[in-house]
């Protein structure tokens, strides 16, 4: 399974963007889809992942209520709505792929693709 992250870019605090991770490969839609986060000098941390089929999702308590993931299956498409941005946010986000939730929870994954780069200034 290939991961490909688009969407990123600079915004000012308060505002919105929408990060795109497109899955390809025989097994693309097998596998629950999530984000992660990085920045220097911090841990890697989880941000949101949604079930195969779309029905499960799960956030971390840093973005719930603010960010939002959603996938379309037919063009093995995830997505991560990001609103309410705050500086805390920036960082290089990651798109992973599992088989479960619970492992994407524990920062785990079968595939990750490349990251793309959100700066959100203050």
């Known amino acids: 399974v290939q991961l490909q992250a688009s969407g990123g870019g600079l915004v000012q605090a308060g505002g919105s963007l929408r990060l795109s991770c497109a899955a390809s490969g025989p097994t693309a839609g097998n596998h629950a889809l999530g984000w992660f986060r990085q920045t220097p000098g911090k841990e890697r941390e989880f941000v949101a992942a949604?079930?195969?089929?779309?029905?499960?999702?799960s956030y971390a308590g840093s973005v719930k209520g603010r960010f939002t993931i959603s996938r379309d299956n037919d063009k093995n498409l995830a997505s991560l709505q990001m609103n309410r941005l705050k500086p805390d946010d920036t960082a290089v986000y990651f798109c992973?792929?599992?088989?479960?939730?619970?492992?994407?929870?524990?920062?785990?994954?079968?595939?990750r693709g490349q990251g793309t780069l959100v700066t959100v200034s203050s």
């Open positions: 949604i079930s195969r089929s779309g029905d499960m999702t």
């Open positions: 992973a792929a599992d088989y479960t939730i619970p492992t994407l929870e524990r920062l785990g994954y079968a595939y």
